[in-house]
């Protein structure tokens, strides 16, 4: 049993790291996305009018959206090509189903 089975963590490791100045940028876009959610969450219990709550959730989700095109060219330009260079070609099922969820 691997530490993953262990603790039922799904989750990999990278082969290649990301730099630095991405977490930083993928950091900042999350914690303004989370502060964006978190003034949503406020209007709500303020009761505030529904456009104004919509705006919100579409500017959330915008930096949401922008966070994961961040991470999906990262996988692409390392994960994706590391694996395809060691033979391993299933990783293209991977990134069809990936981008069915973002599409």
């Not at 790291?17 to 959610?37: C, F, W, Y």
Request: glycine share 6%; aromatic share 2%; hydrophobic share 40%.
């Amino acid at each position: 049993m691997d530490e993953d089975e262990k603790t039922g963590c799904c989750c990999r490791m990278k082969a290649t790291p990301r730099s630095e100045s991405m977490k930083a940028d993928v950091t900042r876009r999350l914690n303004r996305a989370i502060g964006q959610l978190n003034g949503v969450r406020s209007m709500v219990e303020d009761d505030r009018y529904c456009g104004d709550v919509l705006t919100q959730l579409a500017a959330a989700q915008s930096a949401i959206k922008a966070v994961s095109g961040i991470i999906l060219k990262d996988h692409m330009e390392t994960c994706v090509v590391e694996r395809v260079q060691a033979g391993d070609v299933e990783v293209v099922d991977e990134v069809v189903d990936l981008l069915r969820k973002f599409s």
